[in-house]
């Protein structure tokens, strides 16, 4: 039987929402028999086949036009998309930049900072323009499947690529999967 194949990809994210998605551990065996991982933020291969994949993972915030972009291939090549992760989800620690709006952010971070020296803006075009407000991935594009956390244990991210791998959406994770600190 054909793998089945999943695509990630990370928006305005740290590596944590990845890391706990290879803290499966062992159980990646397991997976790896079903599924096929063809790109990924971590491999050689950064973006979805062009021909698509069945599941798509974003991780991280909708902050500049380059996670526009990103979120938008994503969800053209996949059919079952799912943001992973707080930031994912609604913006997350992403969005406190909110709370001080876009320019305040990024005078005080590459221009005020104690540690900063003769500090420059960056505005290649390379690295996408700042939006105004920072967003979940679903004000972008539809989203079909939301796992919440900062990052989501192992367990949940395992639960849910195996519920789908039986057919199953999972629209509520079990409560067992949430642990918050
Ligand atoms: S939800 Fe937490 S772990 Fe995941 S990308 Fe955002 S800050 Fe990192």
Not at 53 to 67: E, Y
Not at 78 to 93: M, Q, R, S
Request: glycine share 8%.
């Amino acid at each position: 039987m054909a793998k089945v194949k999943v695509a990630t990809d990370w928006l305005a994210a740290c590596a944590g929402c990845h890391m706990s998605l290879l803290d499966i551990d062992e159980r990646i065996v397991q997976l790896l028999e079903a599924v096929e991982f063809t790109s990924s933020p971590v491999t050689d291969l950064k973006h979805p086949p062009e021909d698509g994949v069945t599941v798509g993972i974003l991780t991280g915030a909708i902050s500049n036009t380059h996670n526009v972009e990103v979120a938008k291939r994503m969800r053209e090549r996949c059919k079952i998309l799912i943001a992973v992760g707080d930031c994912a989800t609604f913006g997350g620690i992403v969005a406190s930049r909110n709370l001080v709006g876009t320019e305040a952010a990024l005078k005080r971070a590459y221009l005020e900072a104690e540690s900063v020296v003769d500090g420059v803006i960056p505005d290649s075009p390379e690295l996408g323009m700042p939006l105004d407000v920072v967003t979940g991935v679903d004000k972008v594009v539809k989203v079909d499947l939301f796992i919440p956390g900062c990052p989501p244990s192992a367990d949940a991210l395992f639960y849910a690529l195996s519920e789908l791998l039986a057919g199953r959406m999972p629209v509520i994770l079990p409560p067992e999967h949430f642990k918050y600190d």
